[in-house]
């Protein structure tokens, strides 16, 4: 029930362009946002991408609607500047929403990236398809499907820069992005991890679907994985993984022998979610050449969320109160000032 609510006012924010507290903008234009519809006719997806990038155009009254998350106002279908950025590409949570980080999309375009965020088919607030959320091969495909179609937009094309892609994912986006890294799941090890105590644990926590043991449990599931495309995206030059998600099925550096390009990878120490031994520190023990940052104390798993008003903290305590020794806009800085930095480094 508490993800589903904050799943919909997630969503509900994303053509409202006020928050409770504006943030000062520092750069020279303004944030245009773009709402595309696309669909991956391979796999018969349909793939809702939000676009952020750069524009002159001016901010209107009908650009200055409530809403109940810290957030920029945005210049909805705002026109583009004439020039070529890098993108980085977004990977949202578990049944979550691409717009549930806009602050840091937001904070990119300010840096001069044009970002883009997919609602990943079959594992959104409004469009839950059981079996979409033990398929973890599907999310990098769609990735990959979307950047496909931004290169191939008669605008949005001239704008990237083919050269300087990144991407960055939160908890199930942050597997996301490291198997677009090039990163290889051994499904039988994971298999067997959902029948564990803690695996059929992880299960049940999906309450909308108490069936999903008994779908991971035959051999329908690795059945559905043989045969998969190659996942790695080689357009793709830098991964920034946030509480990274599905490490169970990650034992061996083996795995990671065709991750070649710059990984960095954030963790909590107080994430019950993705608890960092298990999750965040066990992926960078197995990526030799990634980078790591751990927040201490109490910073959990859903800080990295946008900041709400207090009617939100008041209804939803649990994913938007954080401790009282956290400052949750301040993670969102430090956030900021290490992603910027990641890809100012690697997208050259």
């Known amino acids: 029930m508490v993800k589903t609510f904050l799943i919909t006012i997630l969503i509900c924010a ?6 409770f507290g504006q943030h000062s903008q520092t750069s020279t234009y303004n944030i245009g946002q773009k709402t595309f519809e696309f669909f991956d006719t391979s796999r018969e997806r349909k793939l809702i991408t939000e676009v952020w990038y750069p524009t002159h155009d001016s901010i209107t009254e009908g650009d200055k609607a409530f809403s109940p998350f810290k957030r920029e106002f945005t210049v909805r279908d705002g026109n583009t500047i004439k020039a070529q950025y890098p993108l980085v590409l977004f990977s949202h949570g578990n049944g979550g929403s691409r717009l549930s980080m806009e602050w840091l999309a937001q904070s990119l375009v300010k840096q001069g990236y044009i970002v883009a965020a997919v609602d ?3 594992n959104t607030h409004d469009n ?6 033990i398929k973890p091969w599907e999310r990098p495909l769609d990735i990959s499907s979307i950047l496909t179609q ?3 937009d008669d605008t949005f094309g001239n704008l990237i820069n083919p050269d300087r892609i990144g991407a960055v994912g939160f908890s199930y986006g942050g597997y996301t992005v490291i198997a677009l890294a090039g990163a290889v799941i051994d499904y039988p090890t994971l298999q067997n991890y959902y029948k564990t105590e ?4 992880d299960l049940a926590s999906i309450r909308e679907f108490p069936n999903l043991a008994d779908m991971i449990k035959g051999t329908s599931f690795l059945e559905m994985t043989k045969n998969l495309p190659e996942l790695k995206d080689p357009r793709i030059k830098s991964f920034f993984a946030i ?9 061996d550096k083996n795995q990671f022998k065709d991750v070649t390009d710059p990984v960095f990878i954030v963790g909590c120490q107080s994430d019950q979610v993705t608890p960092v031994v298990n999750y965040a520190r066990h992926y960078h023990s197995l990526i030799g050449q990634s980078d790591y940052f751990e927040f201490g104390g109490e910073v959990g798993h859903y800080v990295m969320l946008a900041e709400a008003n207090d009617v939100v903290k008041k209804e939803v305590p649990a994913i938007f109160v954080d401790h009282p020794s956290v400052n949750r806009n301040e993670v969102h800085q430090k956030i900021i000032e290490l992603a910027t930095s990641f890809f100012e480094n690697n997208l050259e």
Do not use: D, M, N
Request: glycine share 16%; charged share 15%.
């Open 14 to 19: 994303s053509s409202l362009s006020v928050s």
């Open 120 to 122: 990943h088919w079959g």
């Open 128 to 133: 839950k398809i059981g079996i979409e959320f």
């Open 150 to 152: 931004l290169l191939q």
């Open 198 to 201: 803690q695996g059929l644990r």
């Open 243 to 251: 509480s990274p998600g599905t490490a169970q099925g990650f034992k």
